[in-house]
């Protein structure tokens, strides 16, 4: 074992040594760096290598582009999301001035020659979102995400951007309950735009309405579109309600059978704008209308005392 040689053999002691070769590979660099940066003559090759590698490039950084471009549609959404739901809540805001405007034109029309005409109630209210509907399958009824800690009070009504949805029938502490103008047991007082006649219309419990106690010989025509009239006190007058989808005239009764399809979306899923109650109007103080009438008893004496002196 100690006469083993342990030194290689010759055929790996070929070529020359690493010292040398380190000297050559540095001073080759140098020079070609220095031709570059003198001459440019590398530029070509430089574009070559590029081109070659950028497909490596490319394929190295897709992961960070991915990762760069989830975030980047992440953010997207989300920004869409707050826009959407601002446009809805304008909407929404601004959705009882819009819906009376029809029936404010039909009564201009109507009222154009007067000199003066009472002043409109204001529309206001705040915006609540329907989180569930009930388990009752023979009600219509649904539950928003505001209650008396929000001031929602019953008997208040709710629109959405197309017409009226419901009333508030019951508060909770943090929600409160719907009933569907399409309920079998909720009744709105509506008035047709095109002819002005008034009547109540009745929810049926199937997604339907059906306007009621108007005679046989009545001015109403499908497609005709019914608002609120205002005569309830809860509701504004104007707002749309529903349009006549069909009629059925029978000699044999008093009264047609007029359905009517609801114009807001009652059985979608969605936001909705619970209207502020109508303010009452209170009666005139004593004081004042003591006033009123000792202004009057004046009037009349002075005609009188005109009157006497014309003689």
């Known amino acids: 074992m100690a006469g083993i040689d342990h030194a290689p053999p010759p055929f790996f002691k070929q070529g020359p040594a690493p010292l040398a070769l380190l000297t050559l590979?540095?001073?080759?660099?140098?020079?070609i760096f220095v031709v570059d940066l003198r001459m440019h003559s590398l530029d070509l090759v430089r574009q070559s290598i590029s081109l070659l590698v950028d497909p490596l490039q490319r394929v190295a950084q897709t992961p960070?582009?991915?990762?760069?471009y989830a975030a980047y549609y992440l953010r997207g959404i989300q920004a869409l999301e707050v826009e959407n739901r601002e446009l809805k809540h304008a909407k929404l805001t601004t959705a009882p001035d819009l819906q009376r405007l029809a029936q404010v034109?039909?009564?201009?029309?109507?009222?154009?020659?007067?000199?003066?005409?009472k002043e409109r109630e204001k529309a206001q209210g705040q915006v609540a979102q329907i989180l569930y509907t009930t388990r009752d399958p023979f009600s219509r009824r649904v539950i928003i995400d505001k209650g008396q800690q929000s001031g929602i009070v019953a008997g208040q009504p709710a629109i959405d951007e197309a017409g009226v949805v419901g009333q508030v029938t019951r508060i909770f502490p943090f929600s409160a309950e719907i009933t569907l103008i399409t309920d079998k047991n909720q009744a709105v007082p509506v008035q047709i735009i095109r002819s002005g006649?008034?009547?109540?219309?009745?929810?049926?419990?199937?997604?339907?309405?059906?306007?009621?106690?108007?005679?046989?010989?009545?001015?109403?025509?499908?497609?005709?579109?019914?608002?609120t009239s205002?005569?309830?006190?809860?509701?504004?007058?104007?707002?749309?309600?529903?349009?006549?989808?069909?009629?059925?005239?029978?000699n044999a009764y008093s009264f047609a059978r007029i359905f009517c399809a609801p114009i807001a979306g009652v059985e979608n899923f969605g936001e909705l704008m619970v209207l502020t109650p109508r303010e009452a109007i209170p009666p005139a103080p004593p004081e004042a209308k003591a006033k009123s009438d000792d202004d009057t008893g004046n009037g009349i004496r002075r005609k009188k005392q005109r009157a006497a002196k014309a003689k």
């Open 105 to 117: 034109e039909a009564e201009n029309e109507r009222l154009r020659k007067l000199l003066s005409v």
């Open 230 to 250: 205002g005569l309830d006190s809860i509701y504004l007058p104007g707002f749309p309600v529903a349009k006549v989808i069909n009629i059925e005239r029978d």
């Open 197 to 227: 006649q008034r009547s109540v219309i009745f929810g049926l419990g199937n997604g339907q309405l059906e306007l009621r106690y108007m005679p046989n010989n009545a001015d109403v025509q499908v497609g005709d579109v019914l608002v």
């Open 64 to 68: 960070g582009s991915l990762v760069d």
């Open 25 to 31: 590979y540095i001073a080759l660099s140098v020079a």
